[in-house]
C-alpha cells in the first residue's frame, strides 16, 4: 500500500494551484460561514442586507476572489481525480472542454450576479 | 518514481474492507469536493434570483408579497429539508476542510507518523463541530 493518497501529480503545476487556493479558501469559507449562519442567520438574509455588504468594495472583490477560487479548485479537482482513474485520449479533451466551459460559466453567471448585488448592472 | 503511484489493486472499490485509514481519508474527500462543487453551481443558482430582486420583481411566500431574493432565500430556510441538507453540506465542508489542512501538513512533511490519527481526529472534530452547529442551523424552522 502506498503510504500517500492522492488524485494529483504531486509537483505539478496543477497540484501546487490546488494547494495554494486550498489554502486561500480555509480562510475565506471559515469567514463566510461565520458570516451568514452565526453573525446573520441564513434564514433571516434579505436583499436589502445582502446589498448593504456587497457595497464595501472590500466584501465585494473577497466574494468574487472566493468564486473564482472555489470553482477553480472544484473543478481542477474534479478533472485530476479522473485523470487519475484513467482517463486518456479523445475523452480526457472532452471532459476538459466540458468541465472549463462549465466553470467558466460558473464564474461569469456568479460574477455577474454579485454586480447586480452590487448595483453595478 | 513515487510510491504513491504504485496503489495496484487496493482501488478496487470491491476491496473495501482491506481500505486503510489513509485510503478511507482519500475517499471521503474525494465525495465531500464532489458535493461541494455541485452545492457551488447550486449555490450561484440560487443567488441568482438578485437578478429578478433587482428587476423590482415580488413573488408571494406564505401568502405574503416579498422581494424575489428575499422570498426566494426564505422561502427555502423555511423548509425542514433543506435545513436538514444544509447539516449534511456543514458537516461535508468542515470534513474536506480539514482533511484538507491535514493534506496539506503531509504535503509539507510535517505529522507523516500521525496521519492515521490525523484522520481520526479530523472525523471526530468535524462531528464535534456539526452537532455543536445544529441549533444555529435548525433556528426558527417548524417541521
Ligand atoms: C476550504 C478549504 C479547502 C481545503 C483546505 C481543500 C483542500 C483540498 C486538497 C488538498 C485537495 C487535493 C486532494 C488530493 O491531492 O487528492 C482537494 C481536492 C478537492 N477539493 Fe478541496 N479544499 C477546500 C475547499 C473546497 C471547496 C470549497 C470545494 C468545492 C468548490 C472543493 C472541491 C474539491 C474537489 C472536487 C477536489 C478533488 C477531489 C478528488 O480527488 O476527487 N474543495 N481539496
Known sequence: MAEHYSSFTPGGTMWLLQRITAAFLVVVLAFHFFLLHFVNHAADITWQGTQMRMQDLGYFLTMVLFLITAAFHGINGVYNALVNQGLSGTPKKVVLAVLTLAGLALVIQGVYVALVMRGMV | ?????????????????????????????????????????????????????????????????????????????????????????????????????????????????????????SLVLTGIIVVASVPTFMQGVGL
Not at chain 2, 455541485?38 to 434570483?49: E, K, N, P, Q, R
Not at chain 2, 426564505?74 to 458537516?91: N, P
Open chain 2, 1 to 121: 518514481m513515487s510510491q504513491s503511484y504504485n496503489r495496484g489493486l487496493i482501488e478496487d472499490f470491491g476491496r473495501w474492507k482491506e481500505f486503510s485509514a489513509g485510503m478511507w481519508a482519500w475517499i471521503f474527500h474525494k465525495f465531500t469536493g464532489w458535493i461541494l462543487i455541485g452545492y457551488l453551481f447550486t449555490h450561484i443558482a440560487v443567488l441568482s434570483s438578485a437578478i429578478a430582486a433587482a428587476d423590482g420583481q415580488t413573488i408571494v411566500v406564505g401568502g405574503e408579497t416579498v422581494n424575489a431574493y428575499t422570498g426566494t432565500l426564505q422561502g427555502l430556510e423555511s423548509l425542514f429539508i433543506v435545513r436538514v441538507m444544509e447539516v449534511g453540506l456543514l458537516a461535508v465542508a468542515v470534513f474536506h476542510i480539514l482533511n484538507g489542512c491535514r493534506l496539506l501538513m503531509v504535503d509539507l512533511g510535517i505529522g507523516l507518523e500521525a496521519q492515521d490519527k490525523s484522520f481520526y481526529a
